[in-house]
C-alpha cells in the first residue's frame, strides 16, 4: 500500500467519495394463510405490522431473553402501541398470546435452508455476491474500497449486552427518509429506493462515514463507515499503534509522576494518581459517565463507586490486596484481587472514608479531567493507549519468554496464543463457556485413547522386529525395524499434536482471543514472530485479519520490536 501519498491538508479525510449509498433490508413477507397467532386459545388474524413483530417474539420463543419479565414488558408495551385499536381491544395480556405455531414455522424454514441442494445455494450466494459488489463498494479518491456494513440494520427486539434496561424494545425498521448520505459534490449521488427521499445528502469530506442514520431506542448514532481493510481504516491503525509505542518512551516518567501525586496535598491529585496507577497497572477501561436507566449498569474506573472494591490488609499471604467486583463494559464482571503498593491502598481507605456503598470512590475526577492531563503529558495520550500499549507489550514479553526455538509449530502456535491469554485475563476478555465444549472436548478425548492405543501397539511392533532382526541379522529384518520405528515415530507426533490441541482448548475455555487480537496487539508483532520462526501467517491470522492487517504483513520484519 503506498502510504506516502498526497498529504491532504488538516482534517480533511478525503478528496473524492462516491457510492451507491446503503443496501435496504427486504421488505416484510406475510406469514403463509395456515400459520396462525392464537389468543386464549383461538386464531386471531393480525395487522400486517402487528403480525410482523408478532414473528419477532415468536422467533426467540425458546430464547433465555423471552423468559425474563423486562423482555416481556418492553416488548409487550411496544407491540401494543402499534396495534389498531380494535387489537389493542382484545390483545391485553403476553401470557394468553400463543407464539407457537409462528415459532414452529420459522424453524422449519431453516430447516429447509440449511437442506437445500448444492445448486440452490450456490444460486443464493452468487445473489448475495451481486448486492456485495454493488453496494459493497465505493471509490474513495480514486480507489476501489471496500465498505464495512453496506447493510441496514433489520428491523426486531432490541437484545443489549448483560441486564440491558430495554431489552426487548421494538427495534424499527431503518427507512431512507432516516438516512443522510455524505458524499462529494461532483460525483454521482445515490438514488433513494423508488417512491423515497434521503433525510439529508451532505458533502463533508472532514469524516469518513458514507451514510448516517439514529436508531430508535438508544438514540444513538449509526454510520456506513469502510471495511478494516481499507487505505484509510489501516493508516488509522498503523497511527494507534504508533501513539503506544511513542508511551514505551515516556511511560517511565509517567509512572514516576503518578507515584509522586500519591502524596500531593490536593484530593484531586491523589485520586488522578491512584485511577491512573490502576489503568496503567490493570489495563482497566476509564468509564465514562453514563445516563442512568438508559444503559445497563457498567463502569470503568472512573466511574467506580465504593461498593465495588473492598479492602485488605492482608489476604492470602499478601499485604494491601484490593478485591474489584463490578460490571465493566458489555456487561462482562470484572473480578480480581490485587496486592497494591502500600500508598495506593492508604489513599483507598482516605477515598472511602464516610461514604456510602452507592457513592462514588474517585468523586473529585471525570474522564475528561483525566484525559486533559494525560494529553498534557503526552500529545495523544488517553486512557485507552494504556491498554493498547500494555497489552502489546505483553504479548511482546510473553513471546520472548514463551517461545522454544526448538519446538515444533505445534507448539511454537501453544506458545503463541498462551501470550495471547495473558493479554486477554489482562483485558478481563471472558467469553461464556461454549456450549458444544464438552461434548467436543470428549471426540478429542476419545480420539487421543485411541492414539495411545495406536502408540502402544507399535512399540510392541518395534519390539517384535528388533528381536527378529537380533535372530537373522539379515538386511529385510533391519529395514523392517526402520520401518516400524518410523511409524511409531509418526504416531508419537501424532499424538503430542492432539495432547498440545487439548491443552489449548482447555486453557481457552473461557477466554476470548479475538477481541484484543483484532483491537489491543499491534500486528507488527505477530508478524514479526511469524518471520522469525517460520510460522506461516494464516496459522495465526484468518482472512479477515489478514486483510485488515495487511499493511503490517507488508511492513515489519521478523526484527521488530514494538
Known amino acids: 500500500m503506498g502510504w506516502e501519498e498526497e498529504k491532504k491538508e488538516d482534517g480533511v479525510k478525503w478528496m473524492q467519495l462516491e457510492h451507491r449509498g446503503p443496501y435496504f433490508v427486504p421488505p416484510y413477507e406475510p406469514l403463509p394463510k395456515d400459520v396462525q397467532f392464537y389468543y386464549d386459545g383461538k386464531p386471531l388474524k393480525l395487522s400486517l405490522a402487528t403480525e410482523e413483530i408478532a414473528t419477532f417474539y415468536a422467533k426467540m420463543l425458546h430464547h433465555e431473553y423471552t423468559t425474563k419479565e423486562i423482555f416481556q414488558n418492553n416488548f409487550f408495551h411496544d407491540w401494543r402501541k402499534e396495534m389498531t385499536s380494535e387489537e389493542q381491544e382484545i390483545i391485553k395480556d403476553l401470557d394468553k398470546c400463543d407464539f407457537g405455531e409462528i415459532h414452529k414455522y420459522f424453524v422449519e424454514k431453516n430447516e429447509a435452508r440449511k437442506g437445500l441442494p448444492k445448486e440452490e445455494k450456490q444460486k443464493l450466494k452468487e445473489e448475495a455476491d451481486k448486492i456485495q459488489e454493488e453496494y459493497g463498494y465505493c471509490i474513495l479518491d480514486g480507489h476501489r474500497e471496500k465498505i464495512g456494513n453496506f447493510k441496514t440494520e433489520p428491523p426486531g427486539l432490541f437484545r443489549g449486552r448483560g441486564e440491558h434496561p430495554k431489552m426487548g424494545m421494538l427495534k424499527k425498521r431503518i427507512m431512507p427518509e432516516d438516512v443522510i448520505i455524505n458524499c462529494s459534490k461532483d460525483s454521482k449521488i445515490p438514488e433513494p429506493p423508488e417512491g423515497h427521499k434521503w433525510k439529508e445528502v451532505r458533502f463533508d469530506n472532514t469524516v469518513t462515514w458514507l451514510a448516517s442514520w439514529t436508531e430508535n431506542i438508544q438514540n444513538s448514532l449509526k454510520y456506513i463507515m469502510l471495511n478494516p481493510s481499507s487505505k484509510l481504516k489501516g493508516e488509522k491503525d498503523w497511527e494507534k499503534y504508533e501513539v503506544a509505542r511513542r508511551l514505551k518512551d515516556v511511560v517511565h516518567t509517567i509512572r514516576a509522576q503518578y507515584r509522586k501525586d500519591w502524596k500531593s496535598k490536593e484530593i484531586k491529585k491523589r485520586q488522578r494518581a491512584v485511577a491512573l496507577y490502576f489503568i496503567d497497572k490493570l489495563a482497566l477501561r476509564a468509564g465514562n459517565e453514563k445516563e442512568e436507566g438508559e444503559t445497563a449498569d457498567t463502569v470503568g474506573c472512573c466511574s467506580l463507586r465504593v461498593e465495588h472494591i473492598q479492602l485488605h490488609p492482608q489476604l492470602d499471604g499478601q499485604e494491601h490486596v484490593v478485591e474489584f467486583d463490578f460490571l465493566g463494559k458489555d456487561s462482562i464482571r470484572y473480578y480480581n484481587k490485587v496486592s497494591v503498593e502500600k500508598l495506593v491502598f492508604k489513599n483507598l481507605q482516605l477515598f472511602m472514608k464516610n461514604k456510602d456503598p452507592t457513592e462514588d470512590l474517585f468523586d473529585h475526577l471525570n474522564t475528561t479531567f483525566l484525559n486533559k492531563h494525560l494529553q498534557h503529558l503526552m500529545d495523544g495520550l488517553t486512557a485507552k493507549v494504556f491498554r493498547t500499549y500494555n497489552a502489546s507489550i505483553t504479548l511482546q514479553e510473553q513471546l520472548k519468554a514463551l ?102 482448548k482447555e486453557e481457552n475455555k473461557q477466554i476470548a482471543l479475538g477481541t484484543s487480537k483484532l483491537n489491543y496487539l499491534d500486528p507488527r508483532i505477530t508478524v514479526a514472530w511469524c ?24 511492513m515489519a520484519g521478523e526484527d521488530f520490536e514494538f
Open 531 to 554: 518471520k522469525k520462526f517460520g510460522i506461516p501467517i494464516e496459522r495465526i491470522y484468518n482472512k479477515t485479519q489478514r486483510e485488515k492487517f495487511a499493511w503490517a504483513i507488508d
Open 403 to 504: 517461545t522454544n526455538p526448538e519446538d515444533n509449530i505445534g507448539g511454537k502456535i501453544l506458545s503463541y496464543n498462551r501470550a495471547n491469554r495473558a493479554v486477554a485475563i489482562l483485558c478481563n476478555h471472558q467469553r461464556s463457556i461454549p456450549k458444544t465444549f464438552a461434548k467436543s472436548m470428549q471426540v478429542l478425548q476419545e480420539k487421543i485413547d485411541a492414539k495411545k492405543k495406536q502408540v502402544e501397539e507399535a512399540q510392541e511392533e518395534v519390539k517384535k522386529a528388533e528381536d527378529e532382526f537380533k535372530d537373522t541379522k539379515d538386511a529385510k529384518a533391519e529395514l523392517n525395524v526402520e520401518k516400524k520405528k518410523k511409524l511409531l515415530k509418526r504416531l508419537e507426533e501424532q499424538l503430542a499434536k492432539m495432547n498440545i490441541q487439548a491443552t489449548d
